[in-house]
């Protein structure tokens, strides 16, 4: 027969320290993603620019 000497423990077993068990569990929240339009017209000038400087150092 097992028995479990260990006692029941309501606090969060993955923080050993005592002043971490009594802190409350650390919830987990959805992030929303954010659409950043800024990035995507950026990447093209840079795309834009290197493709016309990479041309114009061959053919110039």
Request: charged share 25%; glycine share 4%.
């Amino acid at each position: 027969m097992l028995v479990m000497k260990r006692r029941l423990v309501l606090s969060n077993e993955a923080a050993r320290h005592p002043f971490r068990q009594r802190l409350p569990r650390p919830s987990m929240q959805a992030i929303e993603a954010v659409r950043d339009d800024r990035h995507d017209l950026r990447l093209f000038a840079v795309s834009f620019t290197a493709f016309f400087v990479a041309i114009y150092g061959l053919f110039g």
